[in-house]
């Protein structure tokens, strides 16, 4: 059904998602509900339909915002007490992209302030819960927007990934959720975080929906020099030949109209699917050891080759990552010191107090905790001990994702060796909390693209998610390959 066939109107969408955002209001999902503002924005579409104009692909959609996103409606908060009262002057390019082609903002969503963590607990704003479980995480640091996709109050989200941020919150809340290939959508207005891991991605519902939002989203941006040439738009997945696009707006499902894009997977040559063996251990529950083998045995029955893969480069992922994203965190944390935006200690009578007060009161202690250590590992003495050794072992990463891709042609693994845990459970052990990114981190250092995609649940019913891991640029590969496997 679509709102240019006027079954339907863009006021209506928006208001059901309204009226679902507060009957959740308990699960703490968004900081920010833009309520006045969606409905205006609704009425203006509504009119522009009514009146005989083309409307976008994404037209009277209500989606969420990942509150790191730089816009103008509602505070930029990246739920971090430091940014409480900054009000954007600019719109980040991926929000202006969404919004030229119709999609209605009605949120902003909860996350690990600055998008430090793995269930959405380091939030100023307390925490969000799980979908599934309200006892249970909502995984992170994208929770609040996997939340608010897993329950259907929108039909797509924003996020952003560093080390499996959009990835794990997918799969513990049973959605999809894509961290693209490096550079392949701006990150122009969005909170840096590591600037070299840093991605942006969706949630949605449905594989169809997150190849719809790729194509709105990705392409080079000339103010973000790190962007690519846009490789999604308008190639066939397989063959590289151009095609036109046949996409149309649309209410239920953003993408149902779609006609697909590829050939028929019988027309081609038999796919090799890699699984790890390094992660094939004793740390992974027992639960997703058996939807990994499911899917494994599903995919041979259609005639796909099951591919062992040894990688014991990835070994290092883990170290490498918490030696360089904290060394890049404390960089781009260096800007907040109650000068020039956001909040101020009212405790200072120096500039020097004013930046130990404020950047004391404003961070929240994991911030603090990368902070420490990003400082540490670039300091005189250590650089050499420490992050040059990180950035070598980045490299030998790198280098085994090449390999194994000249083995197959996706790679099939966990997202995360846990389903969700309780709230609580590991928020005071840094250590536990930073295992559980052991199978996410190294697609982030090496720029290749990940897609979480549901996998059935838990003897306990909750949701199970296994990450689709493809070579550089083929973003659209894993989205069309993600289709096969529903």
């Given amino acids: 059904m679509k709102i240019a066939d006027k079954k339907t109107t863009a006021t209506k969408l928006v208001k059901t998602a309204l009226e679902k955002a507060k009957k959740y209001a308990d699960y703490n999902i968004f900081t920010f509900i833009d309520e006045e503002g969606a409905l205006a924005r609704a009425k203006e579409i509504d009119a522009a339909i009514a009146r005989g104009e083309k409307v976008g692909k994404l037209a009277g959609v209500p989606y969420a915002l990942k509150d790191n996103f730089l816009s103008p409606r509602g505070e930029t908060t990246a739920s971090a007490h430091i940014l409480q009262g900054f009000k954007s002057p600019v719109t980040a390019t991926a929000v202006a992209k969404l919004e030229a082609e119709g999609a209605i903002m009605i949120g902003r969503t909860n996350l690990d302030a600055f998008a430090h963590g793995s269930s959405t607990e380091n939030s100023y704003f307390g925490p969000t ?62 909170v840096a975080m590591a600037s070299s891991t840093d991605c942006i991605g969706f949630f949605s519902k449905t594989p169809e929906d997150m190849d719809l939002l790729m ?63 390094e992660f094939d251990n004793e740390s992974v529950d027992a639960d997703i050891k058996k939807a990994l083998k499911e899917k494994c045995e599903a995919l ?44 101020r200690s009212e405790k200072s009578d120096n500039l020097e107090d004013l930046y130990l007060n404020t950047r004391s009161e404003g ?111 083929s973003d659209k590969n894993l989205i069309e390959f993600s289709k096969e496997l529903e």
């Fill in 129 to 190: 819960h799980n979908a599934v479980d309200f006892e249970r995480v909502a995984g992170g640091s994208s929770g609040g927007s996997a939340v608010a996709v897993a329950l259907d109050i929108v039909e797509f989200a924003t996020g952003t990934d560093t080390g499996g941020s959009i990835r794990q919150p997918a799969s513990f809340n049973g959605v999809y959720g894509l961290k693209p290939t490096y550079g392949c959508i701006s990150r122009y207005g969005v």
């Fill in 215 to 277: 194509s709105v989203a990705s392409g080079q941006d000339a103010k973000d020099m790190t962007t690519l040439p846009d490789y999604y738009n308008p190639t066939d997945a397989r063959t590289g030949n151009s095609e036109a696009s046949s996409l149309a707006p649309v209410v239920t499902g953003l993408a149902s109209s779609i006609a697909p894009v590829v050939a028929n997977a019988s027309e081609l040559p038999v796919r090799r699917i890699g699984v790890i063996k």
């Fill in 300 to 343: 041979k029955k259609k005639g796909y080759e099951i591919v062992e893969l040894e990688m014991p480069a990835l070994k290092y992922a883990l170290a490498a990552y918490y030696i360089i994203v904290p060394a890049e965190v404390a960089s781009n944390l260096s800007r907040y010191d109650g000068v020039r935006y956001g909040f």
């Fill in 363 to 473: 961070f929240m202690p994991e911030n603090k905790r990368r902070i420490m250590i990003g400082n540490f590992v670039l300091s005189s003495g250590f650089y050499d001990a420490y992050f040059l050794k990180a950035a070598k072992a980045r490299t030998l990463i790198v280098q085994e994702y090449e390999k194994a891709f000249k083995k197959c042609d996706f790679i099939l693994t966990p997202v995360s060796p846990n389903p969700a845990f309780k709230l609580g459970e590991k928020v005071n052990d840094p250590v536990a909390m930073y295992l559980e990114d052991l199978m996410s981190v190294s697609l982030n250092l090496a720029g290749v693209p990940g897609l979480a995609i549901p996998a059935g649940k838990t003897d306990a019913g909750l949701p199970i998610g296994l990450q689709l891991v493809g070579p550089r640029r």
